[in-house]
């Protein structure tokens, strides 16, 4: 009876141990994608400069070279909302960065890498998973208030990064540490590089990055979002820290009407004009110029002045940035008077084939004047543009989306020239002013304008 119970026993027990072990680990159906094979750089292409990019023990190994520029090794696919996760191991006397949303383009300083860069920095500093801007607006997200992410990095050890770009949200992870929370709305789309940085100083050629276990999430990434610690940094009408530093101010704080009043009133218009989420628009009231809220002007004025504006047009849609204005001329109907940098829908508004000039009412141009470089990098209706207008001593450009599109000297005989055979020539002196407002035009269509921000310029 005895040696039955037992045996019952070890057939129970026996039973038991064989279900435990065909009992499977839940397997992890993340959708996790290899971004490297671990073998080759098969899906990935070199841009910038000549650093060598090779294959030792399952990592793609960077070295730095002498005299050579900033290098990326890119992926041939590009990508908007994902997930990234990554190792590293980096040599204690470089610096490095992994792009993320980034491109290169043949008109943009010569095809230069530009784009968001998770920073990789073994210096006391201890900036890594900070967010920088390369080739723009340099830090957007510096971690000098994030102590804890400071310390997670790991000198002369293999790193872990968690990267989410979602949306217009940014968050970064090192080493299961939140670093940077990040809110901007510059880039939407790009490729992911991995940067070996020119060296500079005392570094040396032949020191060495590491990177493996490369992969990504792009199926459902808002299903394996996490949260994170790290307060959020809205750049939305705000300042960089690069910014700051160089005297940029807000000449909008995205929320009131403070610093700007209708140009024949004395307040802001009551109509017209609308302040939402961030964004001041004019409404379309019919295509005509000023017969709505109309003109706003700065209640302040500027002699020299470099001013960028981001703006978004809507289908045929006309409006402009004028600059040098005296709103005590043109007392009757129509806008004030100033120069004008044009916005228009080139392809669907007539304006686009008018003008004194031929091309000179298109966008980015000086209006009925000088026409902006037919090449220019003008973004698709619906998308946000920077207009940026630099004035230093009577010198004069247009810039759009970061490249220049036209110059011309304010006072000189060819710009005199050019006013006497336009619209412009009823107006004694016109655009010569010493100083002037700034003003946002009311020409009957929808068009929005943020992050509106100047730099004076002081004579020399």
Not at 250 to 278: C, H, K, N, Q, Y
Request: aromatic fraction near 10%.
């Amino acid at each position: 009876m005895k040696k039955q119970k037992h045996y019952v026993k070890f057939v129970s027990l026996f039973a038991l141990l064989f279900a435990m072990g065909c009992t499977e680990t839940p397997k992890d159906t993340t959708p996790w994608v290899a971004l490297f094979n671990g073998k080759d750089l098969e899906g990935w292409s070199q841009k910038g400069g000549t650093a060598t990019y090779s294959i030792r023990d399952g990592a793609i190994v960077g070295t730095t070279v002498d005299n050579t520029p900033n290098s990326f090794m890119t992926s041939d696919k590009m990508y908007g909302d994902f997930i990234l996760e990554l190792e590293y191991l980096v040599d204690a006397t470089m610096n490095s960065g992994i792009q993320i949303r980034s491109n290169s383009f043949p008109y943009y300083q010569d095809g230069r890498v530009h784009g968001y860069q998770i920073e990789i920095d073994p210096s006391d500093r201890a900036w890594s998973a900070g967010i920088y801007e390369e080739g723009a607006r340099g830090w957007l997200y510096p971690l000098e208030n994030n102590t804890a992410a400071q310390k997670a990095f790991k000198q002369n050890e293999w790193n872990h990064y968690r990267i989410e770009a979602f949306g217009d949200t940014l968050k970064t992870w090192i080493n299961g540490t939140p670093a940077a929370h990040l809110i901007d709305e510059q880039t939407a789309r790009g490729f992911i590089g991995l940067q070996v940085h020119s060296i500079y100083g005392d570094q040396k050629a032949g020191t060495e990055i590491q990177w493996k276990n490369i992969r990504i999430i792009t199926d459902s990434v808002a299903k394996y979002v996490k949260k994170t610690s790290v307060p959020p940094l809205v750049t939305k009408n705000k300042l960089t820290k690069k910014e700051r530093e160089e005297g940029w101010e807000m000449l909008w704080d995205g929320a009131t009407s403070d610093g700007w009043r209708g140009a024949r009133l004395e307040r802001f218009p009551e109509e017209g004009w609308v302040i939402r989420d961030g964004v001041l628009s004019v409404l379309a009231t019919g295509g005509e110029e000023s017969t709505a809220g109309g003109d706003i002007v700065t209640v302040k004025r500027y002699a020299g002045f470099e001013l960028k504006v981001d703006f978004k047009l809507t289908e045929t849609a006309n409006s402009g940035i004028k600059y040098y204005v005296d709103t005590e001329l043109n007392k009757g109907p129509g806008s004030s008077i100033g120069l004008e940098y044009q916005i228009l829908d080139d392809a669907r508004h007539p304006d686009a084939k008018l003008g004194s000039h031929a091309g000179s009412r298109t966008l980015a141009s000086l209006y009925d004047l000088i026409e902006a470089d037919a090449a220019k990098p003008a973004k698709p209706i619906g998308e946000w543009n920077t207009a940026h207008i630099v004035s230093k001593a009577n010198h004069v450009e247009h810039w759009l989306n970061g490249v220049k599109v036209l110059e011309y000297e304010r006072k000189s005989d060819a710009f005199r020239k050019l006013v006497a055979e336009s619209k412009y020539k009823v107006w004694p002196n016109f655009g010569e002013g010493e100083d002037g407002q700034i003003l946002l035009q009311d020409h009957g269509d929808l068009v929005h304008f943020k992050n509106i921000k100047i730099k004076s310029i002081a004579k020399e």
